[in-house]
């Protein structure tokens, strides 16, 4: 039977700080059988800012609350985690298979701007920004992305991460920024990568509004 743990960190409403709130840990029960416990930290308790993760399911309280769902990983956390493609990014960077993945690593691996302003780490100290944000694509790069993804099947981890649009919540279109004016050769690019990805071509779609000079 094993066992993880992780801390929930969150960006309280009117702050630019990270505070640790929580406590989560998830074991393995039976065959594919996972009980989450998910406890408030005492400190964050008695805050004057305290907000609940969860107003239905997560209440304030001292008291550990038991999780099956999910596999045992409370429902506002679930959706600050990656999503499929975000998995994705993350089983290339971890060199492993999505059944050799448990579902704690990827919150652990995940964007650093979760849903719900969520993050995770394991520790109480607030682990530091994971990467850059509003970076310029450049497009020989993804060409050349395309070409190994023909000829290998593979993409390395460094060229999916960019890519990632985010968590699991959906709802929006990711825009990205190309180092080129040559728009069709950046749609065509993004189409082949799509096609050989199984990637929603429309969240490869480059914003046309928006190229760097």
């Not at 840990?25 to 964050?44: I, L, M, P």
């Not at 994971?130 to 000829?151: C, D, G, I």
């Not at 960019?162 to 189409?191: F, I, K, Q, Y």
């Amino acid at each position: 039977m094993s066992e993880n743990l992780c801390y929930v960190f969150v960006q309280l409403p009117g702050t630019y700080e990270w505070v640790p709130c929580a406590s989560l840990k998830v074991k393995n029960v039976a065959a594919d059988a996972f009980e989450g416990t998910f406890t408030y930290g005492k400190r964050y308790l008695e805050r004057a800012n305290v907000m609940e993760l969860d107003p239905y399911h997560l209440k304030l309280t001292a008291k550990p609350m038991k999780f099956t769902m999910l596999k045992g990983i409370p429902g506002v956390l679930r959706d600050a985690s990656p999503d499929a493609w975000g998995r994705r990014v993350i089983q290339a960077r971890l060199e492993k298979e999505e059944s050799e993945i448990a579902g704690m690593e990827y919150l652990l691996n995940g964007p650093d701007d979760g849903a719900g302003n969520l993050r995770f780490g394991l520790s109480v100290q607030p682990p530091g920004p994971a990467k850059p944000f509003n970076r310029t694509h450049q497009l020989e790069a993804l060409v050349q992305a395309a070409e190994q993804l023909e000829e290998t099947g593979k993409l390395p981890y460094e060229v999916l991460e960019p890519l990632e649009p985010g968590t699991s919540m959906g709802g929006a279109t990711s825009r990205w920024r190309w180092a080129s004016s040559d728009v069709s050769r950046a749609c065509t690019t993004s189409c082949r990568i799509a096609a050989l990805s199984d990637y929603p071509v429309r969240k490869l779609k480059p914003s046309l509004s928006r190229w760097s000079r």
